[in-house]
C-alpha cells in the first residue's frame, strides 16, 4: 500500500488563463502563482487547500464556438476523468450562492445514497460538481 496522505492537486487544461482565473476566482480560488514553466502552469488555491494547476497549453475554440468535452459530450465514451467533485456543506445554500454569483446549474441537482450533486461547467466546458456528502454508510453491499 502506497502512503497517501491527500489529493495534491488537479490539473486543468484550460483555453485562456485570465477568463479561467476569474471563473475559478468567484468559487473562492486565489491566484497563487504562474504562468510559468515550458507548459506553463498557473497556479490558484481555495482556502481549503484545494489546489488547481492550469496548464495553459490548450487550443482555443474560434470565437463563438462552443468546446465540446470529449469525455461527456459525445455518445462514444472515452477513457478519462470526468470531472471533480468539490464537497460543500449545504448543497441549497451552494445552489443561492451560484445563482448569486451568476453560474447556472448544468443540470438538475440529484440526490443520491451518498448525497446531493449539482454540476456547473467551466468556462472550458469542464464539469465540476459540487456534493453536500452523506458518506457510504446509507449503501447495501
Known amino acids: 500500500m502506497l502512503g497517501l496522505t491527500r489529493v495534491n492537486h488537479i490539473g486543468l487544461r484550460v483555453g485562456d488563463f485570465e477568463t479561467s482565473r476569474d471563473f475559478y476566482a468567484k468559487l473562492g480560488f486565489q491566484y497563487v502563482t504562474g504562468p510559468s514553466g515550458p507548459e506553463p502552469v498557473a497556479i490558484v488555491e481555495h482556502p481549503s ?59 438538475e441537482p440529484m440526490t443520491h445514497p451518498t448525497g446531493t450533486s449539482l454540476f456547473i461547467r467551466d468556462p472550458d466546458n469542464n464539469v465540476v460538481e459540487f456534493i453536500e456528502y452523506k458518506g457510504l454508510k446509507n449503501l447495501q453491499d
Open 49 to 107: 487547500g484545494i489546489n488547481i494547476n492550469f496548464i495553459l497549453n490548450a487550443v482555443k475554440p474560434a470565437q463563438g464556438d462552443m468546446a465540446t468535452n470529449i469525455l461527456m459530450d459525445i455518445a462514444t465514451k472515452h477513457t478519462g476523468y470526468t470531472h471533480v467533485a468539490l464537497e460543500v456543506e449545504d448543497a441549497e445554500l451552494t445552489i443561492r450562492q451560484l445563482g448569486e454569483l451568476g453560474i447556472a446549474l448544468s443540470a
